[in-house]
């Protein structure tokens, strides 16, 4: 693949509003995860999760996950220079799940119980094809659109298939990214499957009992290279590679060698030309289920070898944030390049001894990288590796 430029980051997170609070959240290894109160969590095991703070995202007429969404696309959009008549062109693709679902889910809930309850305006954007067609819109973006729905992979398959429409000369640029607001039937759902810990996640921990739940959005502006050049635009990085694979395997279980994974991470560093060895650091899917971290370190293992490759998750501080992840991990990754600083795992007190690798705990580690990854595992084995070079 040709080299594609990152020139636009922007991000809505449990810190807030802004890349700027999201890098110092996690680069100073806070963890964002609280009790609830977005929902009623009365009688379940698991009664928190990492909340975006109220006010964030402007007005109410839209869902929450709309609202989100839009603030984090326009300052990707902003960030990268990105005017009015250079959008005409640009293509949209947005990773989502859950949709609007949250609004939907409070009108059904009212009406379950006899409460007389009008349909909210926001209802309208309960499918999450809804996201593209708000953003779009509403800031002008008249390329290709699209809505990517690959469970957890989402966001991070939207920043691949929008790379591939930029490198093989489709479109000047894309504005891709992912977006999932906190629901109640993904809250009940994770519960129901006792995948939930009842404290804070603690990935790759010896101990550990299994994930949290997040929300936010999280965009990037991918430019071709000449063109950013060109423009005088600042570049965070280079979109070197990807890959996307499919286990087949079970619904909700990954491969439990992780075939998928394994082929996901080596079609990157293929499409990048790269060898293993080169790449510095990981930032893992680590969800913190004692099935998933294992399987990942395992499969990482086969890539990349014990011991040298520096790894780390980001969802010990936020959560996972469903359809948003991989975009806001990806982001994560392209800030860990640029400022030379590792984010940490929060909360990893005794490394698992299955798991043979530096997993960064509890504190932000320097390091200057030159390659790295990005991993987004969904469930159905829906894998997304994406590969990034700092900028020259």
Not at 47 to 60: C, M, W
Not at 74 to 88: H, Q
Not at 144 to 155: D, L, W
Request: overall charge neutral; glycine content about 10%.
């Amino acid at each position: 693949m040709r080299p594609v430029a990152v020139t636009g980051l922007g991000v809505v997170s449990p810190f807030g509003a802004g890349v700027k609070a999201y890098w110092e959240g996690i680069s100073g290894g806070v963890c964002a995860i609280r009790p609830i109160t977005l929902i009623d969590t009365e009688g379940f095991r698991c009664r928190i999760a990492a909340e975006v703070p109220d006010g964030v995202g402007g007005s109410t007429r839209r869902s929450r996950a709309d609202r989100l969404a839009l603030a984090a696309a326009r300052e990707a959009l902003d960030d990268a220079g990105i005017g009015r008549p250079d959008r005409t062109e640009a293509a949209l693709i947005v990773g989502a799940v859950g949709g609007g679902m949250l609004e939907a889910e409070a009108w059904y809930w009212q009406r379950a119980r006899g409460v007389p309850a009008p349909l909210p305006r926001a209802l309208a954007s309960s499918f999450p094809s809804a996201h593209a067609d708000v953003i779009g819109s509403v800031l002008g973006l008249g390329g290709p659109r699209e809505t990517v729905v690959t469970a957890c992979s989402s966001g991070a398959a939207s920043l691949a298939m929008a790379a591939d429409l930029v490198a093989d000369g489709v479109v000047p640029l894309a504005l891709a990214g992912g977006v999932d607001a906190l629901t109640r039937i993904c809250f009940m759902g994770f519960n129901a499957l006792k995948l939930l810990d009842p404290a804070p996640c603690r990935p790759f921990d010896r101990d550990r009992r299994g994930m949290s739940i997040g929300e936010g959005a999280a965009f990037m502006v991918l430019e071709d290279v000449v063109r950013a050049r060109a423009r005088a635009a600042p570049v965070y990085a280079e979109l070197a590679g990807h890959g996307m694979t499919s286990d087949a395997f079970h619904v909700t279980s990954p491969h439990p060698k992780g075939e998928g994974m394994v082929r996901a991470m080596r079609a990157a560093l293929r499409e990048a030309r790269v060898a293993a060895s080169a790449v510095g650091y990981a930032n893992a899917h680590g969800t913190a289920t004692p099935q998933n971290d294992r399987i990942e370190a395992l499969a990482m293992r086969e890539v990349f070898g014990e011991g040298r490759l520096l790894v780390s998750s980001t969802k010990s501080m936020i959560g996972h944030t469903m359809a948003a992840a991989g975009t806001l991990e990806a982001v994560a990754t392209v800030l860990t390049l640029v400022n030379e600083v590792i984010p940490p795992t929060a909360r990893l007190e005794t490394p698992d001894p299955e798991i043979p690798f530096d997993c960064v705990p509890r504190v932000a580690r320097e390091a200057a990288v030159e390659l790295a990854i990005s991993n987004s595992f969904g469930f159905g084995g829906q894998n997304v590796t994406l590969l990034f070079r700092r900028a020259a």
